[in-house]
């Protein structure tokens, strides 16, 4: 219609124009992939009134939501590339009353209403059978889209409009809806295969790298920044409310591990990972590992070795990512050996009741929470020296609960994806509690000399090299 002359066109759009857009409910491919690459964007940019023409609740939208949930009929490569052009000309992504839009009787909130709609259909193309070989460009297009409209669309809704405005808290329930429905799908529904071809079909792969692109498109082009703050929340507490589910711990590595992308190259990967991730470290810690730790029990055992397994997961990959600095800088060393005690004074009182099983698991729990202690030391912006020397004070030589093979972790602990270098560095400072450890508790101890004689060899051997040495 683009090559035909525009007095032609304008006599007769009237009478084909509604039979052409009620055909977005054929299941057909050839005909939906025509509609999607040249009839929908060229119609509504040269003809905007065609949408008053039909009657769009009626005759139109169920039909596109159809298209949708079928992936455009088998046409994914017409309807998921132009689908950004689509909403541009579309009128029920124009966020305006319906006494504003005289064409489409529609109000904001109907409006809001269709674009949760919208998206929920889009995404549900996942579910195909032939998912696996379009899902880049399904889950590319979800997230192009709603940048779009939250640049073109809902930044000029928002703008003058108190957040306290009823309107706009509609409009900004019904988002938040669409901006964390990808999530809390993959959280829930998320498998990972082991070979990596299969991994790369997975047809939620591609999720935490698309909310990475939606903040750095909205970041990019000046959005407005308390809304995107907003986006950024609304991310963190969708993720925040599901770590207890295996898939929450992934996303959020996932999310970390975008440093090599760029979008990690950039300031902001710090800047929203502080708002995500070290903000989830530390209600993680505060909100659920302390207080599992306080009130441990046999009943919770599983429970909270669970969570210091995700957390030390967790924080190691933020460290070997660069965010160690930031993970750290509300949770201490002093707060980290608080509770490594306070494990050390349940064992002692429950050593009675707890069987074998139950015992190993408490072990592991403190062998977990020194490994997050030796991350956090491993840092130039380590913590205080005397916080330091009481850490290794207590858990190499005070601590009587505590298993040698833990102990021999803090004098030779396991290679790091980031090296030892700063961590050696804060070792060597205490070198005087090092050595009393050695020869106390491993030399002294003949009982333990044969047992543990690499490591002693490994360490002693280290001390004459003067660049491995501890000391």
């Known amino acids: 219609m683009s090559n035909v002359p525009r007095d032609i066109s304008e006599a007769h759009v009237a009478q084909i124009a509604p039979e052409i857009l009620e055909m977005v409910s054929e299941d057909n491919q050839i005909i939906q992939n025509t509609l999607w690459k040249a009839v929908f964007f060229t119609l509504g940019k040269e003809f905007p009134e065609v949408w008053s023409m ?18 455009g ?30 064409n489409n009787k529609f109000s904001v909130k109907d409006r809001a209403k269709f674009l ?25 297009a979800y997230f192009e889209t709603l940048a779009f409209f939250l640049l073109k669309r809902f930044a000029p809704f928002a703008k003058g409009l108190s957040p306290e405005d009823e309107n706009y808290q509609f409009v900004w329930s019904q988002l938040q809806m ?54 950024i929340a609304i991310i963190f507490d969708a993720l925040s409310d599901r770590m207890h589910e295996k898939n929450g711990l992934r996303f959020a590595k996932a999310f970390v591990k975008q440093r090599s992308t760029e979008f990690g190259e950039s300031e902001l990967f710090k800047n929203v990972n502080e708002k995500i991730n070290v903000k989830l470290v530390e209600k993680m810690f505060d909100m659920e590992l302390t207080k599992q730790i306080k009130e441990i029990g046999r009943k919770t055992l599983d429970a909270t070795l669970s969570k210091c397994l995700n957390f030390q997961k967790l924080v190691v990959c933020m460290a070997k990512q660069g ?92 290679n790091s994806p980031i090296g030892l270098a700063n961590y050696y560095k804060c070792l060597r400072q205490h070198s005087k509690i090092v050595s009393q450890y050695i020869t106390k508790d491993l030399i002294e101890n003949t009982t333990e000399i044969e047992q543990n004689w690499q490591a002693i060899n490994t360490v002693l051997s280290q001390a004459l090299d003067k660049e491995l040495t501890h000391f």
């Open 116 to 140: 949760t709609q919208f998206y929920q259909h889009l995404f549900a193309g996942l579910k195909n059978d032939n998912a696996s070989y379009f899902h880049k460009d399904l889950t590319g």
């Open 178 to 231: 669409v901006i964390e429905l990808p999530l809390i799908d993959y959280i829930s529904k998320y498998e990972k295969f082991d070979s990596k071809v299969q991994n790369q079909r997975n047809v939620r792969s591609t999720i935490p790298e698309r909310y990475c692109g939606l903040v750095k498109a909205l970041s990019e082009r000046d959005f407005d920044g308390k809304v995107l703050d907003g986006v």
């Open 54 to 71: 039909i009657n769009l609740k009626k005759n139109f939208n169920q039909g596109l939501m159809t298209c949708l949930k079928n992936s």
């Open 323 to 414: 965010l160690g600095d930031s993970c750290f800088r509300s949770i201490s060393i002093e707060k980290l050996l608080a509770l490594i005690k306070d494990l050390d004074q349940t064992e002692e009182r429950a050593a009675k009741m707890l069987d074998e099983k139950d015992m190993a698991k408490l072990h592991q729990i403190k062998e977990h929470l020194v490994i997050i202690s030796l991350t956090s030391l491993n840092r130039e912006a380590a913590d205080s020296t005397e916080a330091c020397s009481a850490f290794f004070e207590y858990v190499l030589i005070e601590s009587k609960t505590i298993k040698q093979d833990v102990k021999k972790l803090v004098i030779l602990p396991q």
């Open 73 to 102: 009929y088998g046409a994914n490569f017409g309807l998921y590339p132009n689908l950004v052009k689509f909403t541009s000309v579309f009128p029920l992504f124009q966020l305006v009353d319906f006494k504003d839009d005289k």
